[in-house]
């Protein structure tokens, strides 16, 4: 199993500066990416578990669920949930108007992390800083810690729209 804090760690290990020198530019970028991962990871086995347990987290129910998830898809997904007002479709799909402001925080900060790890992976002329990779870090962690405060009913509903588009 892929784990959110050891994911965490590795991405601060890369934007730590070294003994001699600022942190290379190539790890200041994996550490952006790396980050990102760390929450993409987090939502795919909160995901797998709710959908399927975690007492069966080694079946492969489990890993065809943690598999499923599309960045496209969950960006899109994160961009809904969060907005102050949910879509009408969603909101009498859900019976909510809004996801609380622990998901919508989370759902954020995931939207800015693909964004950066997009810039960090394939912008060659990305002149990436030490701070911006503590930021995505920092990000990151808070996300994680946002989605994992989010409203029980609220957090599983979203976790399903990640993997599916609500239709009216």
Do not use: W
């Not at 943690?66 to 019976?95: I, P, V, W």
């Not at 009913?153 to 239709?167: D, M, P």
Request: one cysteine or more; proline letters at 1%; a positive charge.
């Amino acid at each position: 199993m892929i784990e959110s804090n050891d994911l965490l760690q590795v991405a601060h290990a890369l934007g730590k500066k070294r003994k001699v020198g600022a942190p290379k530019r190539a790890d200041l970028r994996r550490a952006v990416s790396t980050a990102y991962y760390a929450v993409f990871h987090f939502l795919s086995k909160a995901a797998a578990d709710a959908l399927v347990g975690s007492t069966k987290s080694g079946s492969a129910a489990h890993t065809i669920v943690y598999r499923a998830f599309e960045h496209r898809r969950m960006h899109a997904a994160c961009r809904e949930a969060s907005k102050q007002k949910l879509d009408a479709k969603l909101s009498n799909a859900s019976g909510f108007v809004r996801f609380d402001e622990s998901l919508r925080s989370g759902a954020s900060a995931f939207v800015e992390l693909q964004d950066r790890r997009h810039r960090a992976d394939y912008d060659p002329n990305y002149a990436i800083t030490t701070s911006e990779t503590k930021s995505a870090i920092d990000m990151a962690e808070t996300a994680i810690t946002a989605f994992s405060g989010a409203d029980k009913e609220q957090f599983r509903l979203f976790l399903i729209l990640l993997l599916f588009q609500a239709r009216s």
